[in-house]
């Protein structure tokens, strides 16, 4: 996963400028959970020289694995007219194009798969196997937009933190169509497994992705301190937003400890969690480059 990232300096630029105007924020709705998958994004493992076997495994697996299928990019018709600045801002940037096409140039896919930017009456994203789309709803965008209109006190801050977040949802997303797609194995709880996944695609990304996995992560602190706690939330398939501040915090810190040794000193992870957050990293990274390795180009 290269280097799309660099374009976000651009991007977040031109999202600033003609995207998050104070009309579109206060007719934001509030904040509701949702509750179905709500909110719901790699260094090779050394192989043994004298374990040729297994490596020769491995190469035999994806020369067998044919390549017959993109990613699509598709904006949908909109109804709301609040969403038409939103679709006119990401057409202009062509982020989503280039990250569409990266993804392209890397990843094996067995049919086309669809990442359609659209309304869905819902604040939501998610990968539908049935329709073989990556569907990011408007009212999810607006929603962030919101959220960062209340995080954020500058209007570039604003900028970056809505294409951060979304980014990290899209590679969230992507995690599940790729799991499902591919049929990946997993023992855990999807969810956090897909978080790990955008939190590494950023991360390996550029120097760029540390801010942008913590703008993510700030929008999940900014979340948790909403929440009413009944049982639903417990019972939901994600972690509490809390949970996910913390880990994509322990992940960003855990790649770079040396250079992100101030999420620690400043408060924002505590020192108990952060112990642990290098092997951490380095344990899902590595999981993640396992599975993912046949299906890359
Ligand atoms: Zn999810």
Not at 101 to 116: A, G, M, Q, S, W
Not at 199 to 217: C, F, H, N, P, R
Not at 235 to 246: K, M, P, S
Request: glycine share 4%; aromatic share 10%; proline share 4%.
């Amino acid at each position: 996963m290269s280097k799309h990232i660099i374009v976000l300096a651009i991007i977040v630029i031109i999202f600033i400028n003609g995207c998050v105007s104070d009309e579109q924020q206060t007719k934001a709705e509030p904040l509701e959970t949702t509750p179905e998958e709500e909110v719901d994004v790699i260094e090779p493992i050394p192989t043994k020289s004298s374990e040729p076997l297994e490596k020769n495994t491995q190469e035999t697996q994806s020369e067998t694995l044919t390549d017959s299928g993109d990613f699509k990019l598709v904006y949908d018709s909109i109804s709301t007219t609040e969403y038409l600045g939103y679709e006119q801002i990401f057409k202009e940037s062509g982020l989503f194009e280039e990250v569409v096409n990266e993804l392209n140039d890397e990843i094996v896919l067995p049919f086309d798969v669809y990442v359609v930017f659209g309304e869905c009456g819902t604040p939501n994203a998610l990968y539908d196997p049935t329709s073989k789309q990556i569907k990011m709803c408007y009212e999810l965008i607006d929603e962030i937009a919101f959220d960062f209109a209340e995080i954020a006190e500058i209007e570039e801050e604003r900028g970056r933190g809505i294409v951060y977040t979304l980014l990290f949802i899209f590679y969230h997303e992507l995690g599940h169509a790729l799991i499902n797609i591919h049929d990946l194995p997993a023992t855990g709880r999807e969810e956090d497994a897909v978080d790990q996944l955008s939190t590494i695609i950023l991360l390996e990304a550029d120097e760029k992705g540390e801010e942008a996995v913590l703008y993510a992560s700030s929008w999940f602190l900014s979340r948790a301190n909403k929440i009413d706690f009944d049982e639903s939330v417990f019972a939901d398939v994600h972690a509490l937003d809390a949970q996910r501040f913390y880990n994509l915090a322990c992940w960003v810190y855990g790649k770079n400890p040396q250079t992100s040794s101030y999420l620690v000193e400043d408060g924002y992870l505590p020192e108990e969690r952060a112990e642990r957050c290098e092997a951490e990293y380095t344990k899902i990274s590595n999981s993640w480059d396992t599975l993912l390795e046949p299906y890359l180009k």
